[in-house]
């Protein structure tokens, strides 16, 4: 029981407004990132087919769904960083390192990894760095 009190408290700590401002910031970096920075790349490299028109339900819903993921990665950092930093930095380092890991089984050809790559793993490298700040604050 005791090891589940400490575990709420860590959840006590957060400071929560800070939190849904990183939520919100993090979420506007993809919507940058995807739609702007990287946009032709993303939509080559993962060949995703652009419909002519988009069902607003299914957008609503995978916004959504992005946006609830998008907050739980942001709570690992709100969690570890009053923890300790240096876990925090190998935490991202490390899931970065296996997201690049995981895109290589998808892609034989070695410009298309890497194109990927930057894309996938650059977002989420940025992404965490948001919130690795944003917990400190």
């Known amino acids: 029981m005791e090891t589940c009190r400490n575990f709420l408290n860590l959840f006590s700590e957060i400071n929560w407004l800070w939190f849904a401002i990183s939520v919100i910031v993090a979420y506007a970096a993809g919507a940058v990132w995807f739609t702007f920075i990287f946009k032709n790349a993303w939509i080559r490299v993962f060949k995703i087919e652009m419909p002519e028109k988009v069902k607003p339900v299914g957008a609503i819903l995978t916004m959504t769904i992005q946006l609830f993921v998008t907050a739980l990665f ?31 089984f998808r892609y034989s050809n070695w410009k298309e990894f890497f194109t990927a790559a930057i894309v996938e793993v650059g977002y989420t490298f940025i992404v965490g760095v948001i919130f690795f700040l944003f917990a400190l604050l």
């Open 74 to 104: 942001g709570l690992m950092f709100f969690v570890l960083v009053p923890i300790s930093k240096m876990i925090s930095v190998f935490v991202l380092v490390s899931f970065c390192g296996w997201q690049k890991g995981t895109l290589k």
